[in-house]
């Protein structure tokens, strides 16, 4: 199955306007492969963001800088935050991935790659068609 690497810049802007601001500013600060590794491990928590030492939440300098940055307007003073959970990005990608796979696997296939049921499978593959469906109506 394709990867994250491998979607083109302007999938990835896509699928990141859909994300709340502070995923996206975490995204636009670390990346989104580090910023899905970073929330996995830490996402769906309240975090106080260092100020000077980021290796106890894994960071190195230059990416805590950039995150005190990008989520300025997010962090209380304290640098208190609520990390979102990971799941967002995870499962914007499974469905892409499920999507683009849809003929070379079947359902079962697919569910168990995913680790989701047959059902939900078929649910996410036919978003497609209903939202092409709508923009040819309405283009």
């Known amino acids: 199955m394709p990867t994250i690497n491998q979607l083109n810049d302007e999938e990835i802007e896509a699928i990141r306007s859909t994300f709340t601001p502070v ?16 929330l996995k491990q830490h996402g769906g928590t309240y975090i106080t ?28 003073n304290d640098c208190h935050i609520a990390l979102p959970k990971a799941d967002r990005i995870f499962n914007v990608f499974r469905n892409i991935e499920l999507r683009l796979n849809r003929h070379q696997y079947t359902l079962n296939e697919l569910a168990t790659m995913a680790g989701i049921s047959s059902r939900h499978v078929q649910n996410i593959c036919k978003q497609v068609k209903v939202d092409s469906l709508q923009d040819d109506l309405f283009n």
């Not at 963001?49 to 209380?76: I, V, W």
């Open 23 to 38: 995923m996206r500013a975490i995204v636009g600060a670390l990346g989104i492969v580090r910023a899905q590794e970073f």
């Open 49 to 76: 963001l260092p100020k000077h030492d980021g290796s106890r939440l894994g960071l190195n300098t230059e990416e805590l800088t950039k995150l005190h940055q990008a989520l300025a307007d997010h962090l209380r």
